[in-house]
């Protein structure tokens, strides 16, 4: 196996003869796992992991959606490339954070592998609805309209970067990679989770955006019906990516609900039915 660190000193991308894993690594203690959108990356997270290594083990994989890969551009694929690269790290369990169809994949890894899931945070998670910018195939060559998609997923404008808008541009000029983008948002519009939500018996918090137009806050509310042992913080004035919207409040709520998992005996039994 090669092992080289990239830009950030937490960004890492090992080599194995059978696989390549990007991704970024930060902390000691229980395990979380930060799992990004369809149009996401590992900065997405750069917040979480610079407020919870203190306490935590961090783990950030970059998932195989823009690159060909050994792992097919379906939900499945995704899946299987998260169960390698646990494999891979040696994690036996972990809290699970994804955003958009990182909470879908989440969702997807606990049901199969429910005792590997100590607890679950979902933030704008797919898997009940999804109004998404991925569905059809992207307009290349035309940055003015990669400019408004992008804006459609951010409530708080100041927090969109030229530097994301530029990203996003040059990913849809490949038709190879738009391409993957697409087969992969009509696989998770294929995966409907709503049956097998009331049987994951996992303590899960749900953080969303009040202003959140690619999962409103309805399908927050599906999602606090159907998921037995959950928990809804609403966040205003943000959009599809709180923890980039929002990071200081996203970061509380998500620090309270890991006191409660990891810290006191008594809350901690009574999240379990």
């Not at 910018?133 to 940055?143: A, C, L, V, W």
């Not at 049956?195 to 509310?221: C, F, N, R, Y």
């Not at 809804?232 to 970061?251: A, K, S, T, Y």
């Amino acid at each position: 196996m090669n092992v080289m660190v990239t830009t950030a000193t937490n960004s890492v991308f090992s080599k194995t003869n059978e696989t390549n894993f990007l991704y970024q690594e930060a902390g000691s203690g229980p395990t979380i796992v930060l799992l990004h959108g369809l149009f996401g990356g590992l900065s997405n997270w750069q917040s979480v992991l610079d407020e919870f290594s203190d306490r935590y083990h961090l783990l950030a994989p970059q998932l195989p959606i823009y690159e060909s890969s050994n792992y097919p551009s379906t939900m499945d694929g995704m899946l299987l490339y998260l169960e390698q690269f646990l494999a891979f790290k040696k994690i036996k369990s972990a809290l699970f954070i994804g955003n958009s169809l990182g909470g879908q994949l989440a969702l997807m890894f606990s049901i199969k592998f429910p005792k590997k899931v100590t607890g679950i945070i979902l933030a704008g998670s797919a898997g009940l609805y999804e109004n998404a910018m991925g569905q059809t195939f992207p307009k290349r060559n035309d940055y003015r309209y990669v400019k408004e998609r992008v804006s459609f997923i951010f409530h708080r404008k100041e927090v969109i970067s030229e530097s994301l808008i530029q990203e996003v541009y040059t990913t849809t000029q490949s038709i190879a990679k738009s391409l993957r983008i697409v087969k992969l948002a009509r696989s998770a519009q294929q995966i409907k989770l709503a049956d097998a939500l009331p049987g994951l018996k996992i303590p899960t918090l749900l953080i969303w955006g009040i202003h959140d137009q690619v999962t409103p806050p309805s399908a927050a509310l599906h999602f606090k019906r159907l998921l037995p042992v959950s928990y809804l913080r609403f966040i205003d004035d943000c959009g599809h990516v709180p923890m980039m919207e929002q990071p200081v409040l996203f970061n509380r709520y998500v620090r309270e609900f890991l006191n409660l998992l990891f810290t006191s005996k008594t809350l901690r039994s009574s999240l379990h039915p």
